[in-house]
């Protein structure tokens, strides 16, 4: 245990300050850079605006249930390890957090030798991870359907342009996803990209957590703290969900956007911030408008551009790719061995609805690689067992563009020997891919 290894930031959320002292001291001598929380608030402050490697989580910090939280913290922080720990040894327990979107679960009391065993396999996953799929784990593969693709063309377009961007769009759609991957192709990659729940700030917290405030500003304010637009100076500003800011927020919020300046809370000094905006909201930002609920200029302000983020359902060709793709990494991640899905699982994938969208699609195939016995994913793996859908023509064909798809990628584009693999002719083939809208 003498290595000193590769895991840069780790935080540590417990309820016992003693375990939290305990971990903090003992990671620290093999060259993490660790630190602590005790409640709630602070682990939601810290995964907002620092960038965490890892969390080791308490299951139940504060004596609150964190299922949800575990879901919540998943879907801010993605590329985050999250390592549950809880005094509860069942077995459901354990398989709910994975669920969930933890990586891992460890009973207490654990010791350092145990947290460092753990840290080493997600490592180890993750470099067979990134060796597997050649591309960082939040962003989604090349999009096959024309919505999507028209998209990625507009993003390429803006990526390095101070355009404020508004992305609408039903909820799991990939928003946060494609806030990410604009920031990390931009020239602000380098700088940072801070994550702000609109709807899970309090209305009378805002000012304070988007602008910071001055020591003794309020009971309580101890000592000077940053807020979320000096913390991403530089880099990219997040504001999901930005439909449920509060009225009383917004004209401020205003003034930042036009003069990028603002006053931290209880101080008349002048801070100046150069951020990206980018902004999310599943909300009918019009209708909003309309009814009085948000402010017209604001809204203009925020979406110089405005990307509709379309629903699963009606990216059909984009399905099977993100299956595959969301099942390499949760198998690496994992360390379960499968080889794919069945043909009727395939099938009812393709004819389900997804109404909870990519986020859906993603915990369904975690869950498949979890409870999976087979090397094949079946369709009472995904949980999708009500489905029937083999005698949609539609599907058919999806399948068949599919089919195809992964052929030419095995034969390194060989149209030749993807033809005889197919079993017809290179003129038939062509013709087919023609059809299919396959290049």
Known sequence: MGETLTMKRILVADHSEIANRMFCAGLSKYGFSVSAVSTTEELIHKCTTEEIDMLL????????????????????????????????????????TMKNGADDFIEKPCDLDTILKKIRELLKNERELKKETKQPADEILPAADRAVQKIEEVVAKVKDYPTTILITGESGTGKTMLAKRIHKTSVRKDRPFV???????????????????????????????????????????????VGNMPYSMQILLLRVLQEK????????????????????????????????????????????????????????????????????????????????????????MLGYDWPGNVRELNA????????ADNVLLDVCDLGLDNVDCSDNPDIRIIQEKEKIRNLLEKNHGNVSKTAVEFGCSRTALYKKMKKLGLK
């Open 57 to 96: 989580l308490d299951l139940y910090l504060e004596q609150t249930s964190q299922m949800d939280q575990i879901h919540y913290l998943r879907e801010l922080c993605p590329e985050m390890y999250l390592i549950v720990m809880s005094d509860e040894p069942d077995i459901s327990s354990a398989v709910q």
């Open 195 to 241: 994550h702000v729940n609109c709807s899970a700030i309090p209305a009378e917290l805002f000012e304070s957590e988007l602008f910071g405030y001055e020591k003794g500003a309020f009971t309580g304010a101890v000592a000077d703290r940053k807020g979320h637009f000096e913390t991403a100076n530089g880099g990219t500003l997040f504001l999901d969900e």
């Open 261 to 348: 300046e603002f006053n931290p809370v209880g101080s008349d000094k002048v801070k100046h911030t150069d951020v990206r905006i980018i902004s999310a909201t599943n909300e009918d930002m019009k209708k909003a408008v309309e009814e009085g609920c948000f402010r017209e200029d604001l809204y203009y302000r925020l979406a110089e551009l405005e990307i509709v983020q379309p629903p699963l359902k009606d990216c059909k060709d984009d399905i099977l790719p993100l299956a595959e793709f969301f099942r390499r990494e949760h198998s690496c991640r994992i360390r379960v061995k499968n080889e794919g899905f069945t043909e009727e699982a395939k099938a009812c």
């Open 364 to 371: 369904k195939i975690k869950r498949a690689v979890i409870v």
